[in-house]
């Protein structure tokens, strides 16, 4: 059974940093793009970001471009989520997923192509 697990959100000004991690189980990580979600109160939850099994592509909505970075360890089955000059609009609660498939391209980026999901660790970035 896939277990993920995120942590490390919390309550930051605008222009602050958060970093986001994500401890996963039960599936051979190494093989699986994964990625990372936001939904925010009444909207439906969106893409952010995702990075590809080999840890050398990534995927970034247009809203986080330049100030979010997400990375991985293989060898410690974790997902990362740097995230810089939050914004007020940045405010959700955000989830780690994995792929449906092993050694997908990741290329799509639809919620529906992610087939695991953590429990979500909420962001609160203050005006």
């Known amino acids: 059974q896939v277990q993920l697990a995120e942590s490390g959100g919390g309550l930051v000004q605008a222009g602050g940093s958060l970093r986001l991690s994500c401890a996963a189980s039960?599936?051979?990580?190494?093989?699986?793009?994964m990625g990372w979600f936001r939904q925010a109160p009444g909207k439906v939850r969106e893409f952010v970001a995702a990075?590809?099994?080999?840890?050398?592509?990534?995927y970034y909505a247009d809203s986080v471009k330049g100030r979010f970075t997400i990375s991985r360890d293989n060898a410690k089955n974790t997902l990362s989520l740097q995230m810089n000059s939050l914004k007020p609009e940045d405010t959700a609660v955000y989830y780690c997923?994995?792929?449906?498939?092993?050694?997908?391209?990741?290329?799509?980026?639809?919620?529906?192509?992610?087939?695991?999901w953590g429990q979500g660790t909420q962001v609160t970035v203050s005006a």
């Open positions: 997923a994995a792929h449906l498939r092993a050694y997908s391209s990741g290329s799509d980026k639809s919620a529906a192509s992610f087939g695991s």
């Open positions: 039960g599936l051979t990580f190494s093989t699986y793009t």
């Open positions: 990075i590809r099994w080999n840890r050398i592509t990534t």
